[in-house]
């Protein structure tokens, strides 16, 4: 079955550094992917979204990587701010409109 | 622009009450709409989903049904609460298959006590 997946349940980094959040994937059909930022109490947020037909993709201070041939997915952020600490989670379209979510990385940003 | 609203925020229910939530979209039309519910530092689970007025596909047997009596107003309810059903709901839409991104409401804390 379709399943997604992270690999670090909590990441902390300093402000500053640069922070990057993994998960894996296991249908190797999917075809898109997104990022979704969760601060505690509120609705998830859209990040940046990601086709397979493409292996980067840049916002602003985001960067998504895909490697579908180990069904690997990563979230980079450049300058980590306090802001920017939350719960990130990534998804994959799971049939028709259906988005499939991993468990979750909370990232700790400390000033 | 689009939004979407839910209410209520937060909602502190007993064992056995029944439950309304609502969930309602502006700035689109015929949106899909989803129901998912978030337990404690866990993901989201899909509960149920519609494309249409009248039309819900039910993701997981449980206690929770869904109605769709406007294009743009999506409820979830149910008859009697049960301890289980505690957790955060969230409400997304998108507009249709040309756009695979849900957004999502501010969703709703239900306690059942």
């Known amino acids: 079955g379709e399943s997604v997946g992270l690999h670090l349940p909590t990441l902390s980094v300093q402000e500053g550094d640069n922070s990057i959040i993994n998960c894996a994937y296991s249908n190797s059909a999917s075809d898109y992917f997104i990022w979704y930022k969760q601060e505690s109490g509120k609705g998830p947020q859209f990040i940046i979204d990601i086709r397979s037909n493409m292996d980067k993709r840049q916002g602003q201070r985001v960067t998504v990587l895909l490697n579908k041939t180990v069904k690997h997915l990563s979230l980079q952020i450049a300058a980590t701010q306090p802001g920017d600490s939350a719960v990130y989670f990534c998804?994959?379209?799971?049939?028709?409109?259906?988005?499939?979510f991993g468990t979750g990385t909370r990232l700790l940003v400390s000033p | 622009s689009q939004t979407i609203h839910q209410w209520p925020a937060t909602l502190v229910q007993p064992v056995g009450s029944p439950l309304s939530l609502e969930c309602t979209v502006e700035g689109t039309s015929n949106p899909n709409l989803y129901w998912y519910r978030q337990a404690a530092g866990r993901g989201l689970q899909l509960l149920f989903y519609?494309?249409?007025?009248?039309?819900i596909s039910s993701e997981v047997p449980q206690n929770l049904s869904a109605s769709r009596p406007q294009d743009r107003q999506f409820i979830l309810s149910s008859k009697k609460l049960l301890l289980s059903d505690s957790g955060f709901y969230l409400c997304?839409?998108?507009?249709?298959?040309?756009?695979?991104?849900?957004?999502f409401g501010p969703g709703t804390r239900l306690t059942v006590l």
């Open positions: 997304a839409w998108n507009s249709g298959p040309s756009t695979d991104t849900q957004y």
């Open positions: 519609s494309v249409g007025i009248g039309q």
């Open positions: 998804a994959e379209r799971g049939g028709f409109q259906k988005l499939v």
